[in-house]
């Protein structure tokens, strides 16, 4: 044990920064939750921390809470090193002890003889790779239970584990020691005496606890186990003895969650129907974690006062009617006025003191003249207290304040309320402003809103009142205003589900994840994931159809959307993450393969029109998503020559920097003050057209094409499409939590194997640009990484690999050679301007077109070039389209549009009247151009 608390010391004094201890206490560690330096433990059992300032802050955790990793290797600590004592030293129960005392806090000896340690293995746990651990097992009815102890993470939701086919139904487990046997008068004076309280708890580990505090206590081991036939036999049993043990009042102790304060309530009533005397005990549940008795336990928080408010709590929750429990509250706390809610309705408490005076008086009255039964004083005043109270309904639902969340980049904030109604259970939850939270009028209106037929009836002065008792100390939940993976908490939020360090959490049933030291969730609303985590609900089988239908290209769109989920870590690591360009003509299969791969996300749809919105829009489509791709799409829009002049072409020079996750542009997103909120880049791009894009050499070089056409098309990959059009999200979308359960192996082999194809890339033929080479090695890192999700032979590897070294080569040609549009602007230029000039002395060989003065330059005016292609009847591009390519000119290298000081006019408009400069014609020479190098042309005769 003495290495485990030295583990934990030493993780407290770095995580908390305590001061060296002095005497039996570490002190002055910073307090997490209020960030005073007030937090203590002893120095020798630092098992629990707790912050000094009581009333302030009161945070408390036990080294379990923080450190979980240090309470999960049982036996590789304790049982692995038995094994090097020769084997009659050796203990077989060295974890399961070790266990029992470190991570519940039991005394061996309390304990010994009521476990065994054995040993559980699952085939299918950890990812399949099967996986055992040493179990603390107890024998119950004619079944046993027992908990796994080594890293129980890895066999899912399951901790424990019956025996298969046994049944507990209707028993409980027990103490050994507990009896309910007369042992006479002889009886020894240190004998055990039959309790006259018996606790009934849920966990084996809960009744352990209460036994080390002097509480006779049973385990039903499950909240739904109403321990019928333990009941008729402890009856019985008394029966026999004929009441010299008296019957014990059972105390219903459940877990404080739901189903533990809803059996509590079923079980209290069946049991008072069967004779026993009932009461009820609860942990009051504040905070996120649930704590239980052994939680209890370890936090010394099973002494008689506490055991007396969880009695309290316990009777608030089974009490009659709305004023019994008014009456506890008023009993306890001694206040005149208070909310209360019964029977999820809201009441307000008032005792009217003028008529409690004179209640009692008349009662004293009666009672000394001997019209009434005397009374003691307790019962005198609660006499009084019932027929001088006001208890007026406030409201028909019960709306609880749950936590406070706040979008960081707007400064918005809003309280998140549950609101539960008393018949059908039916519970609504939504948002509070502060302002609606400060006068009757707003609440009422906005509960109304939110909650159908939600109604408050209260005034503002009893709202103020709930509403200091509900938000005091309220949890702050953090939120982030995207849906996918958050950089900061390193935690992928995909709407009902996150994943965080390859582990699957649900949302809890506030709506926000739990996640160790984390409360977060997503304000995006507007991108609905639905993803399955059933695992055994997850079909393998599309992978064979997704080849069929569109071979080495298909698997390798699906290596992109597999890599765009580590997006973020990989710019990270590498700079940049390249974008994916589908390109296919309509019928070519590229929807149905892009709304197939969205499945595998659990997402259905396929992508939007960036030309058909607003800058604004495009922003807020750029930035609510984090490692998930963005597909950019043309909707029915005429993209051929001639198409509809209203739409104005998106301009992909604007997507440059998201290769890099930066900001795509400022925003003007308004924060609190005047600053505007620039979001980086956090996903990733798709573009999916009928033709391919056409864009300066800078986007160019950043995308990663593939070209989908019907060729090849076959009537097996026909149905195979069809097939994947066909197949239900919720069998496919287990793909995403199997890829980011791999999170870690992903990043951590990423690196070198990009690193490796690089080089290989830039050493095949045709490739030398770095960062192709570099764009097209992340791609193809990600298609071999995917192998550990998806089952694809090494001879369809092989043809990936090959697909993905020609897009690069293909990459590297298209950057090297000029669209096809300018490669006919030049043939036709070169034409024209090369038509000798028809002068009164003959043709004369000088340029037609080209005004630039500068031999290094060629200075073109579109229009020139069009009229005079008219002329001569040649065939040119629509100049619009023209427009829109001229600039990634690279064979003459596009420099400007500009005015340039014509040579032409000089020659053509002048050669009659040397010498005469006039400003007129100084006009008459500036000519608007496009200017472009030109590095090989002939130098001019003068
Ligand atoms: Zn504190």
Redesign the pocket.
Same mark, same amino acid.
């Given at each position: 044990m003495a290495d485990l608390l030295d583990d934990i010391a030493q993780r407290l004094k770095n995580d908390y920064d305590f001061k060296p201890p002095k005497g039996k206490h570490m002190r002055k560690g910073k =307090?997490?939750?209020? +960030? !005073?330096k007030?937090?203590w433990t002893f120095a020798d059992s630092p098992w629990v921390v707790r =912050? !000094?300032?009581l009333n +302030? =802050?009161?945070?408390e955790a036990h080294a379990k809470e923080l450190y979980p990793d240090l309470f999960e290797s049982w036996t590789d600590r304790y049982q692995v090193p038995e094994m090097a004592k020769p084997p009659e030293e050796r203990n077989p129960n060295a974890a399961a002890e070790a266990y029992l005392t470190q991570a519940r806090g039991f005394d061996l000896a309390k304990v010994k003889g009521l476990f065994t340690q054995e040993a559980y293995f699952d085939q299918e746990a950890d990812h399949g790779r099967g996986a055992g651990s040493a179990t603390v097992r107890f024998a119950v009815g004619d079944t046993w239970w027992e908990r796994l102890i080594d890293r129980p993470w890895r066999f899912g939701k399951k901790k424990a584990n019956f025996k298969y086919g046994g049944s507990y139904q209707g028993r409980w487990w027990a103490m050994p020691g507990l009896s309910f046997v007369d042992l006479g008068p002889d009886a020894p004076a240190d004998a055990q005496k039959p309790p006259a309280y018996l606790w009934l708890v849920e966990g084996i580990f809960d009744a352990i606890s209460m036994d080390h505090h002097g509480e006779a206590a049973v385990a039903l081991l499950s909240c739904n186990n109403y321990p019928e036939q333990a009941l008729a036999e402890l009856k019985a049993l008394l029966e026999r003895q004929g009441g010299t043990v008296p019957m014990p009042t059972l105390v219903w102790a459940l877990d404080g969650d739901k189903a533990g304060r809803a059996f509590t309530l079923k079980h209290v009533e069946r049991a008072r129907a069967a004779g026993w005397k009932c009461e009820a005990a609860q942990i009051p549940q504040k905070g996120r974690a649930k704590l239980d008795w052994n939680d209890m336990h370890q936090r010394g928080r099973l002494e008689r006062e506490h055991l007396d408010e969880y009695l309290y709590q316990g009777a608030l929750l089974i009490a009659r009617s709305a004023l019994d429990k008014a009456l506890l509250i008023y009993n306890r706390e001694s206040k005149t006025e208070f909310d209360l809610s019964f029977n999820n309705r809201l009441y307000w408490f008032k005792l009217d003191l003028e008529r409690y005076a004179k209640a009692r008086d008349a009662i004293e009255e009666a009672i000394s003249d001997g019209k009434a039964e005397p009374l003691s004083d307790e019962e005198l005043r609660e006499k009084a207290v019932r027929e001088a109270n006001v208890l007026q309904p406030i409201a028909n639902c019960l709306p609880q304040a749950l936590y406070y969340q706040r979008n960081e980049v707007t400064q918005e904030a809003w309280y998140y309320f549950r609101v539960s109604f008393p018949h059908d259970g039916g519970v609504v939850k939504g948002k509070f402003t502060a302002g609606q939270l400060t006068t009757a009028s707003e609440f009422k209106k906005q509960l109304l809103h939110m909650a159908a037929g939600a109604i408050y009836s209260g005034s503002s002065p009893q709202l103020e009142r709930m509403m200091q008792r509900q938000l005091d100390n309220i949890k702050i939940v953090q939120t982030v205003d995207f849906i996918g993976y958050s950089a900061a908490h390193k935690t992928y939020l995909l709407g009902k589900v996150a994943v965080r360090d390859g582990q699957v959490h649900d949302a809890n049933s506030e709506d926000y994840f739990d996640l160790e030291k984390l409360s977060i969730k997503s304000l995006q609303s507007s991108i609905a994931l639905d993803i399955n985590t059933r695992t055994d609900a997850y079909e393998r089988g599309w992978i064979n159809h997704l080849w069929s239908a569109f071979g080495a290209k298909g698997y390798i769109a699906l290596a992109y959307w597999f890599g765009s989920l580590f997006a973020e870590q990989i710019r990270e690591e590498q700079k940049s993450w390249p974008f994916m360009e589908i390109v296919g003509e309509p019928g070519s299969g590229k929807s149905t393969l892009i709304q197939f791969l969205w499945k595998l996300f659990g997402r259905d749809y396929e992508g939007f029109d960036p030309s058909k919105s607003t800058s604004a829009g495009r922003l807020r489509t750029f930035t609510q998503v984090s490692n998930l791709p963005i597909v950019l799409i043309e909707s029915d829009r005429e993209t051929k020559t001639g198409g509809q002049a209203h739409v104005k072409a998106f301009d992909w020079d604007e997507l440059k920097d998201a290769y890099n996750g930066n900001s795509i542009r400022t925003t003007g997103v308004k924060t609190g003050g005047n600053e505007t909120y620039d979001p980086p880049f956090r996903a990733s791009i798709v573009i999916s057209q009928n033709n391919q894009v056409q864009a300066s050499q800078p986007i160019m070089e950043r995308i990663c094409h593939m070209t989908f056409d019907t060729r090849g098309f076959t009537p097996a990959s026909y149905e195979s499409a069809k097939a994947l059009e066909k197949v239900a999200i919720e069998g496919v979308s287990g793909f995403i939590l199997e890829a980011l359960k791999r999170e870690s192996e992903v990043m951590t082999e990423m690196v070198p194997l990009t690193e490796q194809h690089t080089k290989a890339l830039l050493a095949t033929d045709g490739i030398h640009k770095p960062r192709i080479a570099k764009n097209h090695a992340q791609l193809l890192a990600m298609a071999q990484l995917m192998r550990r999700v998806v089952r694809i032979s090494d001879q369809q590897m092989a043809q990936v690999q090959q697909q993905v070294v020609t897009m690069a080569q293909e990459r590297q040609q298209s950057i090297n050679s000029d669209h096809p549009l300018v490669q006919e602007f030049w043939e036709a230029f070169d034409y024209l301007n090369g038509i000798p000039m028809a002068t009164p002395s003959g043709p004369r060989d000088t340029p037609r077109l080209d005004h630039s003065r500068d031999p290094q330059q060629i200075a073109v005016n579109l229009n020139e070039f069009v009229e005079m292609a008219a002329q001569h009847r040649q065939q040119i591009p629509v100049l619009a389209e023209l427009k829109k390519v001229l600039r990634t000119s690279k064979a003459r290298r596009f420099v400007d549009v500009k005015t340039v000081n014509s040579a032409i006019r000089t020659r053509s408009n002048q050669p009659t009247k040397p010498g005469n400069d006039g400003p007129a014609s100084e006009q008459g020479r500036a000519v608007h151009c496009w200017v472009f190098e030109s590095p090989s042309k002939p130098a001019r005769k003068p």
């Amino acid at each position: 044990m003495a290495d485990l608390l030295d583990d934990i010391a030493q993780r407290l004094k770095n995580d908390y920064d305590f001061k060296p201890p002095k005497g039996k206490h570490m002190r002055k560690g910073k =307090c997490p939750q209020c +960030n !005073e330096k007030s937090l203590w433990t002893f120095a020798d059992s630092p098992w629990v921390v707790r =912050c !000094e300032r009581l009333n +302030n =802050c009161g945070w408390e955790a036990h080294a379990k809470e923080l450190y979980p990793d240090l309470f999960e290797s049982w036996t590789d600590r304790y049982q692995v090193p038995e094994m090097a004592k020769p084997p009659e030293e050796r203990n077989p129960n060295a974890a399961a002890e070790a266990y029992l005392t470190q991570a519940r806090g039991f005394d061996l000896a309390k304990v010994k003889g009521l476990f065994t340690q054995e040993a559980y293995f699952d085939q299918e746990a950890d990812h399949g790779r099967g996986a055992g651990s040493a179990t603390v097992r107890f024998a119950v009815g004619d079944t046993w239970w027992e908990r796994l102890i080594d890293r129980p993470w890895r066999f899912g939701k399951k901790k424990a584990n019956f025996k298969y086919g046994g049944s507990y139904q209707g028993r409980w487990w027990a103490m050994p020691g507990l009896s309910f046997v007369d042992l006479g008068p002889d009886a020894p004076a240190d004998a055990q005496k039959p309790p006259a309280y018996l606790w009934l708890v849920e966990g084996i580990f809960d009744a352990i606890s209460m036994d080390h505090h002097g509480e006779a206590a049973v385990a039903l081991l499950s909240c739904n186990n109403y321990p019928e036939q333990a009941l008729a036999e402890l009856k019985a049993l008394l029966e026999r003895q004929g009441g010299t043990v008296p019957m014990p009042t059972l105390v219903w102790a459940l877990d404080g969650d739901k189903a533990g304060r809803a059996f509590t309530l079923k079980h209290v009533e069946r049991a008072r129907a069967a004779g026993w005397k009932c009461e009820a005990a609860q942990i009051p549940q504040k905070g996120r974690a649930k704590l239980d008795w052994n939680d209890m336990h370890q936090r010394g928080r099973l002494e008689r006062e506490h055991l007396d408010e969880y009695l309290y709590q316990g009777a608030l929750l089974i009490a009659r009617s709305a004023l019994d429990k008014a009456l506890l509250i008023y009993n306890r706390e001694s206040k005149t006025e208070f909310d209360l809610s019964f029977n999820n309705r809201l009441y307000w408490f008032k005792l009217d003191l003028e008529r409690y005076a004179k209640a009692r008086d008349a009662i004293e009255e009666a009672i000394s003249d001997g019209k009434a039964e005397p009374l003691s004083d307790e019962e005198l005043r609660e006499k009084a207290v019932r027929e001088a109270n006001v208890l007026q309904p406030i409201a028909n639902c019960l709306p609880q304040a749950l936590y406070y969340q706040r979008n960081e980049v707007t400064q918005e904030a809003w309280y998140y309320f549950r609101v539960s109604f008393p018949h059908d259970g039916g519970v609504v939850k939504g948002k509070f402003t502060a302002g609606q939270l400060t006068t009757a009028s707003e609440f009422k209106k906005q509960l109304l809103h939110m909650a159908a037929g939600a109604i408050y009836s209260g005034s503002s002065p009893q709202l103020e009142r709930m509403m200091q008792r509900q938000l005091d100390n309220i949890k702050i939940v953090q939120t982030v205003d995207f849906i996918g993976y958050s950089a900061a908490h390193k935690t992928y939020l995909l709407g009902k589900v996150a994943v965080r360090d390859g582990q699957v959490h649900d949302a809890n049933s506030e709506d926000y994840f739990d996640l160790e030291k984390l409360s977060i969730k997503s304000l995006q609303s507007s991108i609905a994931l639905d993803i399955n985590t059933r695992t055994d609900a997850y079909e393998r089988g599309w992978i064979n159809h997704l080849w069929s239908a569109f071979g080495a290209k298909g698997y390798i769109a699906l290596a992109y959307w597999f890599g765009s989920l580590f997006a973020e870590q990989i710019r990270e690591e590498q700079k940049s993450w390249p974008f994916m360009e589908i390109v296919g003509e309509p019928g070519s299969g590229k929807s149905t393969l892009i709304q197939f791969l969205w499945k595998l996300f659990g997402r259905d749809y396929e992508g939007f029109d960036p030309s058909k919105s607003t800058s604004a829009g495009r922003l807020r489509t750029f930035t609510q998503v984090s490692n998930l791709p963005i597909v950019l799409i043309e909707s029915d829009r005429e993209t051929k020559t001639g198409g509809q002049a209203h739409v104005k072409a998106f301009d992909w020079d604007e997507l440059k920097d998201a290769y890099n996750g930066n900001s795509i542009r400022t925003t003007g997103v308004k924060t609190g003050g005047n600053e505007t909120y620039d979001p980086p880049f956090r996903a990733s791009i798709v573009i999916s057209q009928n033709n391919q894009v056409q864009a300066s050499q800078p986007i160019m070089e950043r995308i990663c094409h593939m070209t989908f056409d019907t060729r090849g098309f076959t009537p097996a990959s026909y149905e195979s499409a069809k097939a994947l059009e066909k197949v239900a999200i919720e069998g496919v979308s287990g793909f995403i939590l199997e890829a980011l359960k791999r999170e870690s192996e992903v990043m951590t082999e990423m690196v070198p194997l990009t690193e490796q194809h690089t080089k290989a890339l830039l050493a095949t033929d045709g490739i030398h640009k770095p960062r192709i080479a570099k764009n097209h090695a992340q791609l193809l890192a990600m298609a071999q990484l995917m192998r550990r999700v998806v089952r694809i032979s090494d001879q369809q590897m092989a043809q990936v690999q090959q697909q993905v070294v020609t897009m690069a080569q293909e990459r590297q040609q298209s950057i090297n050679s000029d669209h096809p549009l300018v490669q006919e602007f030049w043939e036709a230029f070169d034409y024209l301007n090369g038509i000798p000039m028809a002068t009164p002395s003959g043709p004369r060989d000088t340029p037609r077109l080209d005004h630039s003065r500068d031999p290094q330059q060629i200075a073109v005016n579109l229009n020139e070039f069009v009229e005079m292609a008219a002329q001569h009847r040649q065939q040119i591009p629509v100049l619009a389209e023209l427009k829109k390519v001229l600039r990634t000119s690279k064979a003459r290298r596009f420099v400007d549009v500009k005015t340039v000081n014509s040579a032409i006019r000089t020659r053509s408009n002048q050669p009659t009247k040397p010498g005469n400069d006039g400003p007129a014609s100084e006009q008459g020479r500036a000519v608007h151009c496009w200017v472009f190098e030109s590095p090989s042309k002939p130098a001019r005769k003068p």
